[in-house]
């Protein structure tokens, strides 16, 4: 590969990188064609991008971006795989979704998310757990709603019982 090659792929990764809040590095090294292109059609129904990358580009990339990630280092050893997501979680529900089709691949290496890394295969299920902001957005409504909805429904009934407390006072004047 060229430099200018190198270049253009560095600044690539640092779009990716600023673009999407979030990417996980996974090895797929062992997944046939296949099954390669069957995690593909996934990540792309997900609006998942997926990209194989050498580590010595991406870890230039991770320097060159505007964002402060280190520790990244451990995971970018082997094959690499990039999956740049919006959502924090969807790329961990992906993999297990994968999982359970009988092959442990693809592994996890390490993950950056909500401006935190994660690194291992025993990140996983963390990461999955963790709400997307569209899930915190309806906790905090469903939240705000339900006082809201007691005092409604307290009033609605209350005022039955005024009014028919009121019926009786006029009723023995």
């Known amino acids: 590969m060229k430099k200018t090659e190198k270049a253009e792929m560095i ?3 640092c779009e990716n990188i600023g673009e999407y809040n979030h990417f996980y590095i996974t090895d797929i090294q062992g997944l046939n064609a296949g099954q390669t292109s069957d995690l593909r059609r996934l990540c792309f129904k997900k609006d998942i991008k997926i990209r194989m990358v050498k580590n010595t580009l991406f870890k230039r990339a991770i320097q060159q971006s505007e964002k402060d990630i280190e520790g990244m280092d451990d995971a970018l050893k082997g094959t690499s795989a990039i999956m740049f997501s ?3 979680n969807l790329p961990a529900k992906l993999i297990k979704d994968f999982h359970k089709s009988g092959l442990n691949l693809p592994l996890l290496k390490g993950a950056y998310v ?3 890394v994660y690194l291992g295969e025993d990140q996983l299920d963390t990461l999955s757990n963790i709400k997307s902001k569209e899930e915190l957005l309806g906790d905090v409504i469903g939240l705000l709603q ?3 909805k007691n005092v409604v429904s307290a009033l609605e009934s209350g005022g039955g019982t005024i009014h ?3 019926q009786t006072l006029e009723e023995r004047e």
């Open 86 to 88: 919006d959502t924090g």
């Open 114 to 116: 909500e401006e935190a």
């Open 11 to 13: 600044n690539s990764l």
């Open 164 to 166: 028919g407390l009121l």
């Open 146 to 148: 339900s006082p809201i």
